[in-house]
């Protein structure tokens, strides 16, 4: 537990810290009371309660700094996400135009073997007649 807080009663004046000293199950617990007493402003508050408000309001804190981080990963996660699907995008349009590239190019290579066919068999022709003129 850290230092106890600064508090303050009705009056806006400290609460000072105080031992129950009655005899029964809350005997030896600390409180803050009026500083007004026995004139008091009715200002009651136990000092653990105090403690764990204060600890729970930290925790609060680090949860609240904890989230803003997250939520600044999740925008910076998703700001990358949007660049990856965009080269995505352009990718797919690169790999559809070397597919129309590479059936353009399977298409000339056949027909480059079918005009050599075409020439093999028209020279073979030729000799073909020659050998049937001579």
């Given at each position: 537990?850290?230092p106890?807080?600064v508090?303050?009663?009705?009056?806006?004046?400290v609460?000072?810290l105080?031992?129950?000293?009655?005899?029964g199950?809350?005997?030896?617990?600390?409180?803050?009371?009026?500083?007004?007493?026995?004139?008091?402003?009715?200002?009651?508050?136990?000092a653990?309660?105090?403690n764990?408000i204060?600890?729970?309001?930290?925790?609060?804190?680090?949860?609240?700094?904890?989230?803003?981080?997250?939520?600044?990963?999740k925008?910076?996660l998703?700001?990358n996400?949007?660049?990856?699907?965009?080269?995505?995008?352009?990718?797919?349009e690169?790999?559809?135009?070397?597919?129309?590239?590479?059936?353009?190019?399977?298409?000339?290579?056949?027909?480059?073997?079918?005009?050599?066919?075409?020439m093999?068999?028209?020279?073979?022709?030729?000799f073909?007649?020659?050998f049937l003129?001579?």
């Amino acid at each position: 537990m850290g230092p106890m807080p600064v508090v303050k009663c009705h009056h806006n004046k400290v609460a000072p810290l105080q031992t129950l000293r009655h005899e029964g199950p809350t005997q030896g617990n600390r409180f803050f009371g009026c500083s007004h007493w026995p004139r008091t402003c009715g200002f009651f508050k136990w000092a653990d309660l105090t403690n764990n408000i204060n600890e729970l309001q930290f925790l609060l804190f680090k949860k609240d700094v904890e989230i803003s981080s997250l939520e600044y990963e999740k925008e910076e996660l998703e700001r990358n996400l949007k660049i990856l699907k965009e080269r995505e995008v352009e990718l797919e349009e690169q790999v559809t135009e070397l597919a129309i590239e590479n059936t353009e190019t399977l298409i000339a290579i056949k027909s480059a073997k079918m005009d050599k066919k075409f020439m093999v068999a028209l020279v073979l022709s030729w000799f073909f007649l020659l050998f049937l003129i001579s």
